[in-house]
């Protein structure tokens, strides 16, 4: 394995276009749909707490979430979770454009495990429940193939799998501690056409992960130096070293050649692979009465054209809140939508096509309409 290094410098003023303030309105514009998730709206003890939304085509949109698979009703409100339990992933499908409720289905899962449906082109999608990865038909909702993944061992935390922004590769990831090493992460990344492996990966360390064909980035989120890397690896090139001076706590492939990155409470960037930064913007630019915290969950659409992330705002007087921010490939800002604090689940995604953010607050899933371009 070939190591080459490449010195990333996240300039805060030269050469980045999205440096520049935009200003754009602060008021959440009308939704142009909103659907009640009323089989998810369970009373504590019947539901598990997971909730996720995907894109699967320019039409499609997935809305889905984990309840046991029994009647709430019957249920004391003194059970605790438990891995026995019989669960149930819920998956209401909807039309994009206007909110009709296309088809439903359910899958078993259990407790203790991820639930997740990932996009996979436009005619299939990747459902992960339980121990297993299955690609599915979006128009039969049959399964195609599944792949087992094995059950998280003793002394490892649970196993985690990841899609790349296309859903041609998926990945299982997990982080162990070995005695006396320390903490060890591996990663094993598949084709999703026939679920072949196409690299298995272990350093040491408690890594994190993004894909991208047959690329793997990882990072790390514990480094207390001045110095933060991220690798980057490909067959071809081995693993190449970014150096940046902030610390990153997600990534995401945007291509072959750029990642979508951020740093929790500090900033946004995209990053080229070949050494330079493309774009940079700060969480909270000149706004110091009313100061931000960027949580770790950051998106795309398939395009790379359209980003966007959940910010948290902390401010000096006033009501908490959390923001959906989106913004174009420069990170310019082309919508905003305020979400009040008391909606405990929040999470979002953007149209393959460029056209809609979606954002998904509790039981309820609403559109929202993309600009196409930042009014400064």
């Known amino acids: 394995m070939r190591f080459q290094i490449i010195f990333v410098i996240l300039a805060t003023g030269w050469g980045l276009k999205s440096m520049a303030v935009v200003k754009h309105s602060t008021e959440t514009p009308p939704a142009q749909w909103t659907k009640s998730l009323d089989i998810c709206h369970l009373d504590d003890h019947g539901r598990l707490g997971l909730e996720g939304i995907a894109a699967l085509s320019s039409r499609e949109l997935v809305a889905y979430c984990v309840t046991r698979n029994s009647n709430p009703n019957a249920l004391s409100s003194r059970e605790q979770t438990r ?39 436009d005619k299939l999608f990747l459902l992960v429940a339980g121990d297993s990865v299955s690609l599915v038909d979006l128009k039969t909702l049959s399964t195609i193939r599944t792949l087992q993944i094995p059950s998280s061992k003793g002394g490892c935390e649970r196993r985690q799998v990841i899609a790349s922004i296309d859903g041609a590769t998926f990945a299982a990831s997990q982080i162990c501690h070995v005695a006396p090493v320390g903490y060890v992460s591996e990663i094993a990344l598949y084709s999703t056409a026939d679920f072949h492996t196409i690299e298995t990966l272990k350093t040491q360390g408690r890594n994190y992960y993004a894909v991208n064909n047959d690329q793997i980035i990882r990072w790390s989120t514990e480094n207390k130096g001045l110095t933060h890397n991220l ?82 705002h902390v401010p000096w007087a006033g009501a908490f809140r959390w923001e959906c921010d989106v913004f174009d490939h420069d990170l310019l800002p082309l919508l905003r939508v305020a979400v009040p604090v008391y909606h405990h689940d929040v999470t979002a995604a953007l149209s393959p096509d460029d056209k809609y953010l ?11 309409s993309i600009p196409q371009s930042s009014n400064p």
């Open 83 to 121: 891995e026995s339990d019989p669960y149930q992933l819920n998956a209401l499908f909807f039309d994009s454009s206007d909110g009709q409720l296309l088809s439903t289905k359910t899958w078993p899962t259990r407790a203790g495990t991820q639930s997740d449906i990932f996009p996979a082109g």
């Open 231 to 312: 690798y980057v690896y490909s067959p071809e090139a081995g693993e190449t070293t970014l150096h940046s001076q902030y610390l990153v706590s997600q990534s995401l492939f945007l291509s072959a050649k750029e990642v979508f990155c951020c740093r929790d409470s500090t900033w946004l960037g995209v990053l080229r692979l070949d050494g330079h930064a493309k774009a940079y913007r700060d969480a909270d630019p000149k706004e110091p009465d009313n100061p931000k915290v960027l949580a770790d969950q950051i998106f795309a659409s398939r395009s790379g054209q359209r980003l966007g992330a959940l910010i948290f």
């Open 358 to 368: 979606f954002v998904l607050r509790d039981d309820n899933v609403s559109a929202y």
